[in-house]
């Protein structure tokens, strides 16, 4: 079953616009990731936040979480026509569970020319 | 480090043949993982092994599956008497321990099965 979901399901902006992606859980977690999928392939990590953690950056990417809420997002900046691609953020729970990764539904981002 | 690879990269299959799907991890990985994602879907968890031992399965790994790590390696899953619901790509991914136990997994390409 799906830890959450990821909102909106899908997203179309003009190259150069900044795109928001937020994921929303249900459970404690020891950390967060963001994963892309191009289309038909494997999953691509992009980042990693821990429980502890409430900003992190890299490149174009910035994530957020709040605990409190439960939520996170994803917000890539100076989108890219390379940027298209499905969005998900997965969680690993807290105490233990071998950090295996709970998916939310996705997010299908399409950055136009 | 060529990354975690994965074949076939595509089977299909008629219903109620076995399939045998390998993966092969980043070598200093210890951890392994197989998942699962249908069409539109996120991907969902199968079982994970540290090193030889299989961890954890979930319940979506029915006891027509059966999944082995035999040297701490490469690992196999098997599908015996595919059935249609079985149709889904099939993702591996490797992991090592991270700072403060988070680990970051790297996924294969998958292996897409379709039973026919």
């Not at chain 1, 409190?68 to 105490?95: E, M, P, V």
């Not at chain 2, 993966?23 to 998942?35: A, F, K, M, T, V």
């Not at chain 2, 090592?96 to 680990?103: A, E, F, I, L, V």
Request: proline letters at 3%; a positive charge.
């Amino acid at each position: 079953s799906q830890q959450g979901e990821e909102d909106p399901q899908a997203l179309s902006i003009q190259e150069g616009e900044n795109a928001t992606m937020n994921c929303s859980y249900k459970t404690s977690i020891n950390n967060l990731q963001w994963y892309r999928q191009n289309s038909g392939r494997g999953l691509v990590h992009l980042i990693l936040i821990r429980s502890n953690e409430r900003e992190k950056h890299s490149g174009r990417l910035r994530v957020t979480l709040d605990t409190s809420k439960k939520s996170s997002s994803l917000l890539i900046t100076a989108s890219r026509a390379a940027d298209t691609a499905s969005y998900f953020c997965a969680t690993a729970l807290s105490g233990g569970g071998g950090n295996k990764l709970t998916f939310g539904t996705g997010t299908q981002l399409k950055v136009e020319l | 480090d060529t990354g975690v690879s994965q074949n076939p990269r595509h089977k299909i299959t008629k219903r109620g043949q076995n399939v045998t799907f390998r993966c092969d991890p980043i070598s200093e990985h210890n951890r392994l993982y197989w998942y699962r994602q249908t069409l539109g879907q996120g991907p969902e968890f199968l079982t994970y092994f540290q090193n030889e031992a299989q961890l954890e399965k979930s319940r979506l790994l029915s006891d027509r599956f059966s999944a082995e790590r035999p040297k701490g390696s490469f690992s196999t899953l098997e599908i015996q008497r595919t059935e249609q619901g079985d149709s889904a790509m099939y993702l591996c991914a490797s992991s090592q321990p991270g700072t403060g136990g988070s680990y970051e997994q790297y996924f294969g390409p998958g292996t897409r099965l379709t039973v026919t």
